[in-house]
């Protein structure tokens, strides 16, 4: 089993930077790809951004972002203590959503949710 924890959802004003944080525990040797998704009110979930690792918090990673997020988003991770991380820059309205941390291995892993909106 895998538990994973999100923090750093908020308002935001447009143009604004927010960092979102997903710690990961349990049986993280078993993840390969995590990653962060994101569902607007209406809308089916997306994904934003994933990295890819043999080992995701122990060996080199390649990262996969969406077109709309592309040079704005910036996701990494920090090895240390197992927390992989979503820096937002230069938010605009319609990336407010509930932002979901997801964790696959042999079986796949969903965070609760934090709700960013970025509003004036």
């Known amino acids: 089993q895998v538990q994973l924890v999100e923090s750093g959802g908020g308002l935001v004003q447009p143009g604004g930077s927010l960092r979102l944080s997903c710690a990961a525990s349990g049986s993280i040797f078993s993840i390969n790809v995590m990653g962060w998704y994101r569902q607007a009110p209406g809308k089916e979930r997306e994904l934003v951004a994933t990295i890819t690792s043999v080992a995701i918090f122990t060996s080199g990673y390649s990262t996969n972002y969406a077109d709309s997020v592309k040079g704005r988003f910036t996701i990494s991770r920090n090895n240390a203590n197992n927390t992989l991380y979503l820096q937002m820059n230069s938010l605009k309205p319609e990336d407010t959503a509930v932002y979901y941390c997801?964790?696959?291995?042999?079986?796949?892993?969903w965070g609760q949710g934090t709700q960013v909106t970025v509003s004036s």
């Open positions: 997801n964790a696959r291995g042999r079986e796949t892993y």
